[in-house]
């Protein structure tokens, strides 16, 4: 699977939109972009994903890059509930779509 | 909400025991993943269960674990004579193949402890 990178941790204020990159330059055609995060004591929660066109569902939008070598994962109105840490995960179109993820990044909310 | 259940969120054993960890997926979903995460660290992918079959074990250790997911009943993560190693986070997660690129759905995992 294609490698993503993302920033170790990121702050936020509250109320306010945050903007989560990750860069995947080694993406290959067929491989979506997928988001999860993980809530502190839970399992990880699916987020969102897409392939090339920007994605909208009620937790969050999606914006690729033309070249689909980075993503952003935006949060429109940060709440302290979002207070996570967020993965970015390609996942190939014709593989067993086991989740390989890295170290993700950590968002703090600040009230 | 019936998403995916699993049981005991907590378990403690000693050195030598056995563990065994069960998942009950999302109804209508046949896709069973199981991951560890180990203290500070993220997930790592252990093993891919179909109905009855064995997917891909390429994470699973290759002595002492053992994974299964009947026709009827939870898919079951087994530990034989456990060492303090194996203490960590045990996540399963269910997904639905009728589409392709389906998200994964995941429990709140159970939290295994080895004195």
């Known amino acids: 699977d294609a490698k993503t990178t993302q920033p170790n941790s990121m702050e936020s204020n509250e109320e306010e939109p945050v903007h989560l990159p990750c860069n995947h330059s080694?993406?290959?055609?067929?491989?979506?972009i997928h988001w999860y995060r993980q809530l502190p004591s839970q399992g990880p929660e699916y987020v969102i994903h897409?392939?090339?066109s920007n994605v909208n569902n009620r937790m969050a939008s999606l914006a690729i890059a033309e070249d689909r070598k980075s993503s952003t994962l935006i949060l429109h109105r940060a709440t302290l509930r979002d207070a996570a840490v967020y993965y970015c995960?390609?996942?190939?179109?014709?593989?067993?779509?086991?989740?390989?993820f890295g170290t993700g990044t950590r968002l703090t909310i600040i009230p | 909400n019936a998403g995916v259940m699993q049981n005991p969120r907590h378990l403690v054993r000693r050195r030598g025991q056995e563990a065994r960890l069960r998942c009950s997926p999302m109804?209508?979903?046949?896709?069973v993943y199981w991951y560890r995460q180990l203290p500070e660290e993220g997930l790592k992918f252990m093993v891919y269960?179909?109905?009855?079959?064995?997917?891909?074990e390429s994470g699973m250790p290759k002595e002492r674990f053992s994974a299964e997911f009947p026709k009827e009943g939870p898919s079951i993560l087994r530990i034989q004579q456990v060492v303090r190693g194996d203490s960590a986070a045990y996540f399963c997660?269910?997904?639905?193949?009728?589409?392709?690129?389906?998200?994964?759905?995941f429990g709140d995992g159970t939290r295994l402890s080895i004195l």
């Open positions: 997660a269910s997904s639905s193949k009728e589409l392709s690129n389906q998200p994964q759905h």
């Open positions: 080694t993406i290959s055609g067929t491989d979506y």
């Open positions: 897409g392939l090339t």
């Open positions: 995960i390609l996942i190939s179109n014709f593989g067993n779509e086991k989740l390989t």
């Open positions: 109804k209508g979903h046949s896709h």
């Open positions: 269960l179909q109905k009855e079959n064995i997917i891909d």
